[in-house]
């Protein structure tokens, strides 16, 4: 399944609590389309969080944020794995 990391930039206010709130609703909702939603990371400072995801394209990435809780990616990028 390819790999997708999406960017939220959300400005001032951004908190871990609040983004693993927003993270357990994405588990919750992300069966309805095929998506598996791996990781995340908050920068609080900078307002952004960074989602790492497989799903079959980025839209249905992008469907599952907007269904569980409407904070949809202000970007979307195709990455592969390395070590």
């Not at 206010?13 to 919750?28: I, R």
């Not at 309805?32 to 839209?59: K, M, S, T």
Request: glycine residues 8%; proline residues 2%.
């Amino acid at each position: 399944m390819p790999l997708f990391m999406d960017v939220h930039s959300l400005g001032d206010g951004v908190t871990m609590d609040d983004v693993a709130k927003a993270h357990a609703a994405d588990l919750a909702t992300q069966g309805e389309h095929d998506v598996n939603y791996l990781r995340y990371w908050v920068d609080e400072q900078a307002g952004q969080i960074f989602c790492l995801v497989e799903a079959p394209n980025a839209e249905a990435a992008n469907t599952v944020h907007r269904d569980a809780h409407g904070l949809v990616a202000d970007r979307i990028f195709a990455v592969q794995e390395g070590s």
